[in-house]
């Protein structure tokens, strides 16, 4: 399949054999998204008698997590529960009871990594009775909104509160509210035919070692699954449409927004709401990683450019699925550049946006407030760069959406005939002419 044009789908071929050869990967397959559709997908096998492809099976590990993120969501969109809630409000008597539900979405809890007891990911899995009583909270290495702690442990959790709420378990859940909406029926709890075996490679021997496939019990949320490029390309397209059935596209800009971030990782990447997120492309890529034993997966998408990448391997290592995800789509922004709307005259400008366009003084900054038909764009006309964007709201106010006014509101001030006279949001007046006689400027003597 290719829908790319050659030249493009050269590219990225290489990219795919380059991957392949040096991470010395059994297999890989990979697949590009734009606008909403497979445009591109490729496999190389260095396995005598397996075929990969688009619609075989790998494990994609943590890209579990997400689902049960959207799951979560979807419970808060209900009104059944809130996010600043306290695990404890929805299972009571577990251990970190009282992170709350949003820190446990974006791993800023706290709480360890892993659960106490044999690495889950290699061991057969328990209860979730027998998890929750092994977990201790006594000791965690962070305190609660310090910092960004990945924890594979908080999802066990998350998963058992969507059980709890639903009244069956959350894979129940997932195919029901997720995956039958979404079309993709090749998405599984275990492995189903074809699917890829997971290897690890001898460092030095290049030899292949089988690696464990096991249930993982009450851990399962943190990185069960098993997908196929095609499936998780149709979960990208979801990343960036929105779905009527699972979630809103409103929702998914929320789960997108940075809820905790590391000093250790220098600020290298942020995390939302059970989504990674990644200053790359058009600005910031959403998406997730996932490793298990024998495999390595990735899904990243560009809101922005509508574009998606998506990766798997059956290897333990030897790719770095986010950087690869950035490479396939930095190459096909660069050979196949995404083309901008097109640019339409304005037909209705409301009057309270017409009243305030043109330039705008903060002292002695000039401004320009420019209408896009969405939105009063401020461009600071010394540097020509936008440093703020206001949508007007049915009050005659104006609310930020970008800059340092975000989320503040933007009022205009008249004088007695009605006319503007100056605007004001949050002590910062602007004038029309710098530093206006008349207008009420702080620090004025």
């Not at 800023?108 to 201790?136: I, K, N, Q, Y």
């Not at 305030?356 to 401004?367: I, K, R, S």
């Not at 005659?396 to 989320?407: C, K, S, V």
């Not at 933007?410 to 006319?419: A, E, I, K």
Request: glycine share 10%; charged share 20%; aromatic share 8%.
């Amino acid at each position: 399949m290719s829908q790319v044009a050659g030249p493009t789908a050269r590219r990225l071929e290489l990219l795919l054999a380059r991957g392949q050869h040096d991470g010395r990967l059994p297999s890989v397959v990979a697949g590009v998204v734009r606008d909403g559709a497979l445009v591109w997908t490729c496999s190389r096998s260095a396995l005598d008698g397996f075929a990969a492809g688009p619609q075989v099976q790998y494990r994609i590990g943590s890209i579990t997590k997400t689902l049960v993120a959207v799951l979560v969501l979807q419970l808060r969109d209900e009104g059944r529960l809130d996010l600043n809630d306290p695990l404890e409000r929805h299972l009571p008597g577990v251990a970190y009871g009282d992170r709350r539900l949003r820190d446990l979405l974006a791993h800023a809890t706290g709480m360890h990594s892993e659960p106490p007891g044999p690495w889950w990911e290699r061991s057969p899995g328990v209860s979730f009775d027998e998890l929750a009583a092994s977990l201790d909270d006594a000791d965690a290495p962070f305190a609660a909104g310090e910092t960004f702690h990945y924890s594979n442990a908080g999802f066990a959790l998350l998963g058992e509160l969507v059980a709890r709420h639903r009244g069956s378990d959350w894979w129940t859940q997932v195919q029901q509210r997720v995956l039958r909406p979404l079309g993709m029926a090749r998405t599984s709890y275990l492995p189903e035919a074809p699917h890829a075996s997971g290897w690890s490679v001898h460092h030095f021997a290049n030899t292949l070692t089988a690696e464990p496939a096991h249930d993982a019990g009450a851990m399962a949320p943190a990185g069960q699954a098993w997908s196929t490029v095609e499936d998780l390309a149709r979960y990208a397209s979801f990343l960036l449409e929105g779905h009527d059935d699972v979630l809103a596209r409103a929702t998914l800009q929320e789960m997108a927004t940075p809820q905790s971030g590391a000093r250790a990782s220098a600020l290298a990447a942020a995390h939302g709401l059970g989504f990674q997120l990644s200053r790359a492309g058009s600005g910031m890529l959403v998406g997730h990683t996932g490793s298990m034993p024998g495999f390595l997966a990735g899904l990243f998408v560009d809101p922005v450019r509508r574009t998606g990448a998506v990766v798997v391997a059956n290897a333990t290592v030897g790719l770095r699925p986010e950087a690869f995800c950035v490479e396939l789509l930095e190459t096909l922004e660069e050979c196949e550049g995404t083309e901008p709307p097109p640019w339409r005259p304005v037909v209705d400008l409301p009057v309270p946006v017409q009243e305030v366009l043109g330039v705008w003084h903060w002292g002695n900054t000039a401004h320009a407030f420019t209408w896009t038909g969405r939105e009063v764009e401020v461009t600071r006309l010394a540097t020509g760069v936008r440093v703020f964007a206001f949508v007007p709201q049915p009050d005659g106010t104006f609310l930020g959406t970008a800059g340092y006014h975000h989320g503040e509101r933007l009022r205009v001030v008249r004088n007695d005939d009605g006319s503007v006279h100056h605007l004001v949001c949050e002590t910062f007046v602007y004038t029309r002419e710098p530093y206006d006689p008349s207008a009420p400027l702080p620090g004025r003597s």
